[in-house]
Nanobody, 115 residues
């Protein structure tokens, strides 16, 4: 059974940091490109950052220099380190895995940036 389980979301003040984790199971994690997307109510889901199976990374301009994506294939886990958080980063963050043939989504974790 394929699972992507996110954790690490929560409430943080502007300027603070959070680290999201996504634990994968049920597929060969190391062969998948994985990433993080986010969605605000009434808005389309948008790319935050991705990391390929060969560990090449890509991120949205809005988070460059603040967010870092990484993966640990031994733990079947992808991380998103979020620093210098802003209120506009508030969203539900989703983990995504894509092989080109199959794609999977996690259930999402809420990140709220507010004073």
């Amino acid at each position: 059974q394929v699972q992507l389980v996110e954790s690490g979301g929560g409430l943080v003040q502007p300027g603070g940091s959070l680290r999201l984790s996504c634990a994968a199971s049920g597929f060969v994690f190391s062969t998948y490109n994985v990433g993080w997307y986010r969605q605000l109510p009434g808005r389309q889901r948008e790319l935050v950052a991705t990391i390929s199976s060969s560990s090449g990374t890509n991120s949205a301009d809005s988070v460059k220099g603040r967010f870092t994506i990484s993966r640990d294939n031994a733990k079947n886990t992808v991380y998103l380190q979020m620093n210098s958080l802003k209120p506009e980063d508030t969203a539900v963050y989703y983990c995504h895995a894509n092989s080109g043939w199959h794609q999977y989504w996690g259930q999402g974790t809420q990140v709220t940036v507010s004073s």
